[in-house]
């Protein structure tokens, strides 16, 4: 068994996240997703993994059991499919140092839409909170 050779996107990641920032990056990913993913089902499945991997990801010998793996790891669900969102986690935990340096710039870039959400809840709970009892 060779050590040391590791998947190429590995290094990749890191870069892309410095000249792309949060958002780019995350936008990056996600096209990298629908290039990958099974256009029927809308998810990547193994055989679209194997099919497009070298194209996608310049990774021109990527092992069966590589392919596998990378599937069950990012499965989080189980159910035997990489939705967008597994794909994504799967890609930072493939790269911790991507995690360390940019994570932050992620969770910026998802906590701008549940900030949208929060906001619109406390809205509604205003509005309960001024009734107020006179008898
Ligand atoms: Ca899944």
């Known amino acids: ?11 990749l990641l890191p ?18 997703f629908e290039l990958l993913m099974d256009k029927e089902k809308g998810v990547i499945t193994l055989e679209s ?26 499965d989080i669900d189980g159910d035997g499919y990489l939705s967008q969102m597994e794909f994504c986690v799967l890609m930072f935990r493939l790269s911790p140092e991507l995690m360390e340096e940019s994570w932050f710039l992620i969770e910026q870039a998802l906590q701008n839409h549940d900030d949208e959400l929060v906001s619109n809840n406390n ?4 509005k309960n909170n001024s009734n107020s009892s006179i008898s």
Do not use: H, P, Q, Y
């Open 15 to 32: 870069m892309m996240a410095t000249k792309l920032g949060g958002e780019g990056l995350v936008k990056e990913l996600c096209n990298g």
């Open 123 to 126: 809205k509604n709970k205003n």
């Open 49 to 74: 993994l194997r099919s497009n991997a070298a194209a996608v990801l310049g990774i021109e010998d990527m092992k069966e059991d590589e392919l596998v793996s990378m599937m069950r790891e990012g």
């Open 1 to 11: 068994m060779a050590s040391g050779g590791g998947v190429d996107f590995e290094d």
